[in-house]
Nanobody
């Protein structure tokens, strides 16, 4: 059974940085798209970033709201994907979810993703 487990969330001041990690187990996700989504209280889940690879990273895509501040990357040795978040803003506060897609399409629609983690809370204080 494929499983995704997020870690690295926490409380940080505005302007600070956090690094989220998503550890995948139960199968290899080579050839999959691996994405990050977030959901703030009272809001819908929204796309943050996605990466696709076949042995090496072959594409990334970011939401406009995080472009230039967030970086998604893949650690093949650990079968994990990371999200480096810099210059954090109050509006980045949300539960962040890792997801996997059985395709190399750089999908932004959460409905297309096949596997999800439980989420990790990121709180940015202003």
């Amino acid at each position: 059974q494929a499983q995704l487990v997020e870690s690295g969330g926490g409380l940080v001041q505005a302007g600070g940085s956090l690094r989220l990690s998503c550890a995948a187990s139960g199968r290899t996700f080579s050839g999959y798209g691996m994405g990050w989504f977030r959901q703030a209280p009272g809001k819908e889940r929204e796309f943050v970033a996605v990466i696709r690879w076949r042995g090496i990273a072959i594409g990334t895509r970011y939401a406009d709201s995080v472009k230039g501040r967030f970086t998604i990357s893949r650690d093949n040795a650990k079968n994990a994907v990371a999200l480096q978040m810099n210059a954090l803003k109050f509006e980045d506060t949300a539960v962040y979810y890792c997801a996997a897609l059985r395709s190399t399409v750089l999908a932004v629609d959460a409905k297309l993703y096949d596997y999800w983690g439980q989420g990790t809370q990121v709180t940015v204080s202003s």
